[in-house]
């Protein structure tokens, strides 16, 4: 919907689209002037180019870097870290005494990324790490005492938690009591009061000066890498074995940010940034044989081969299969063995996706059926029997976009009359700590997260309970949420503008991710033509400008939403916003424009 010139205080809505057919208001991303100005002659950038940058808040003298990012210029001091330098410290004194060192990893791909990154080094100095995955089903996230009790028995000695184990406060006291050393590696949000064993390194830990909050699990391990050597070289460990390269193992780091959801500034950028570099080489086995299970070429490596072909195969052993398959992967040298796990995955993501269609299609029905999305709650909850909890998170994420409000989806173990959920929510709403506040409460059983995501645990019997005590303490941050629910637009372009030039142009703005957004661009009356919807509810069309130039058009998941039902109408006089993606089949070098949203300016 339009309303000609009106706007907020943010200024005139763009292309004058105060609500959209998804009810959002579209605005030009805000960039200062002078910065543009500065970026343009500095880097010799054209203005929508320069534009995009410093609307991204990339400072003049930052330009460069961040357009060429480079290890020597980003990487942090390790000792900057709280506890890192005790970390090396500890885990060297095992591997020089010969103890027996275990890593215990979570299981998505930042786990299993930061566990790989770990066995390599130790491979390279001459030692092996077994690897520990907690089952998602049987274990829940995170140590836990029956597991330390597990590792213990198996004769481990010190043992490395890698993106978990920040919270985990009384399983790892139950380690210490056991005689059982721990490290713990992680990025998650914590308790004001760590984990007492030998080192918590986590940018996120009340009192850590490190100033990288925004990385993975998997950056910090790779920080981790680097302090490992400083300190191995300290104690003349390289006289007899040659120092781990880690910039090999970038990649590594790289899908750690990536399937994470990292914001992709400063050093987490150049990680990520290089570490596509490596990837482009598939020199790993384990995603060199996922790639080819996936059925995709080898290449020059994006964040979608990361975020859209390999995370998702390498989740699929944690959500619905075993739980140590991605670690074992990423970690393996033997090329046979890599494409064993790698048809297991594979086989295992088609298996998900099914699982996911069906709790995806019950849970819209019930909730639609209620009427809960539009009742003007802060949040929906909503839970069925049986629902996998593999893939709860990813139903949680899937009817968020549909809905533009935090959805929590819980899967209800009957026999135990227990619930396993998770929930996405809004910008500017944080569910993460209205989560722990429910757990403190002694609404939930078990719960935490970030703002953006959260995990939990509640009886069955509470989870009317839970949707009442979630929806109290979040109902004040809805409007600064709603306010936040906007369209921002880099640039206005013809259909005939939509070119391979324009896009490889803005790729020098990649990786893209939270705090640098993929550039989204504006069509002004055109017509979808040829539109068809596709299984799965996309809708497939060409989009038509008045002069006659054309660009095709995919939108997803919408066919049955107001914004996917206008395409398919092939109405005209549409405005439409999206991104360029690469269309490389069979060879050719073409783009495809992905829809975001869609505006009918004749509708008030």
Aim: net charge negative; with cysteine; proline share 5%.
């Amino acid at each position: 919907m339009a309303d000609g010139g009106a706007g907020t205080a943010f200024g005139p809505a763009f292309l004058g689209v105060s609500r959209s057919l998804s009810g959002r208001e579209w605005r030009q991303r805000p960039a200062e002037a002078g910065l543009i100005r500065a970026h343009m002659q500095a880097l010799n950038l054209e203005e929508p180019l320069a534009r995009a940058l410093a609307a991204r808040g990339v400072r003049a003298d930052q330009g460069a870097d961040f357009l060429t990012p480079t290890l020597k210029a980003l990487f942090p001091d390790p000792s900057s870290f709280m506890d890192m330098d005790a970390a090396a410290e500890a885990i060297l004194d095992a591997l020089q005494a010969k103890a027996s060192i275990h890593v215990f990893a979570d299981y998505d791909v930042d786990g299993a990324s930061s566990a790989a990154l770990l066995v390599r080094w130790f491979r390279a100095v001459g030692a092996e790490l077994p690897i520990y995955v907690p089952d998602r089903v049987t274990e829940g996230y995170g140590p836990s005492a029956r597991a330390f009790d597990t590792l213990k028995a198996s004769g481990a000695d010190l043992v490395i938690t890698v993106d978990c184990g920040a919270a985990a406060n009384e399983a790892v006291a139950h380690a210490a009591a056991i005689g059982l050393k721990v490290v713990v590696i992680d990025h998650h949000m914590m308790r004001e009061h760590p984990p007492v064993c030998a080192a918590v390194v986590n940018p996120n830990r009340p009192g850590c000066n490190s100033g990288q909050g925004n990385l993975a699990a998997a950056g910090v391990v790779f920080v981790l890498l680097a302090a490992l050597n400083r300190e191995a070289r300290r104690r003349g460990m390289f006289a007899d074995v040659k120092e781990p390269d880690i910039r090999q193992w970038l990649d590594l780091a790289a899908m750690g940010a990536i399937c994470d959801v990292t914001g992709l500034t400063g050093f987490n950028r150049a990680l990520t940034s290089l570490g596509l570099r490596v990837m482009s080489d598939w020199g790993n086995p384990g995603l060199r044989a996922l790639l080819e299970a996936a059925g995709a070429e080898p290449g020059p490596a994006k964040s979608n081969h990361a975020g859209f072909i390999l995370g998702p195969r390498i989740n699929a052993g944690g959500r619905i299969g075993k739980s140590d398959l991605g670690a074992r992967l990423l970690s393996t040298d033997d090329p046979e063995e890599a494409r064993a796990l790698a048809q297991e995955l594979d086989a295992l993501n088609i298996a998900r996706r099914e699982v996911e269609k069906q709790v995806t299609d019950q849970a819209t029905r019930m909730v639609e059926a209620t009427g809960a999305h539009a009742d003007g709650s802060a949040v929906v909850v909503i839970a069925g029997d049986e629902w996998h909890p593999g893939v709860v998170g990813i139903v949680a994420g899937r009817l968020r976009e549909r809905w533009r409000k935090p959805v929590v989806v819980i899967g209800v173990d009957a026999v135990n009359s227990l619930g396993k959920g998770s929930g996405r929510s809004q910008p500017g709403m944080n569910l993460g700590r209205a989560v722990q506040a429910a757990w403190e409460s002694g609404v939930l059983i078990a719960g935490g997260g970030h703002a953006v995501a959260a995990g939990l645990t509640v009886r069955a019997d509470d989870i009317d309970r839970l949707r009442d005590f979630l929806n109290d303490r979040m109902i004040g941050e809805q409007a600064a949420a709603d306010a936040l629910d906007h369209v921002e637009i880099d640039a206005l372009i013809d259909a005939g503008a939509a070119t391979r030039a324009l896009f490889e142009q803005f790729e020098q703005l990649a990786p893209f991710g939270p705090a640098n957004p993929e550039p989204l661009f504006a069509l002004e009356h055109v017509q979808a033509r040829d539109a068809v919807a596709m299984n799965g509810g996309h809708v497939r069309c060409r989009l038509v400008g008045a002069d006659g130039a054309s660009v095709k058009a995919i939108a997803w998941r919408c066919a049955d939403l107001p914004g996917g039902q206008a395409l398919l109408s092939g109405q005209g006089g549409l405005s439409v916003v999206g991104r360029l993606k690469a269309d490389d089949w069979n060879g050719r070098k073409g783009v495809q424009f992905e829809i975001e949203d869609v505006a009918d300016p004749r509708m008030a």
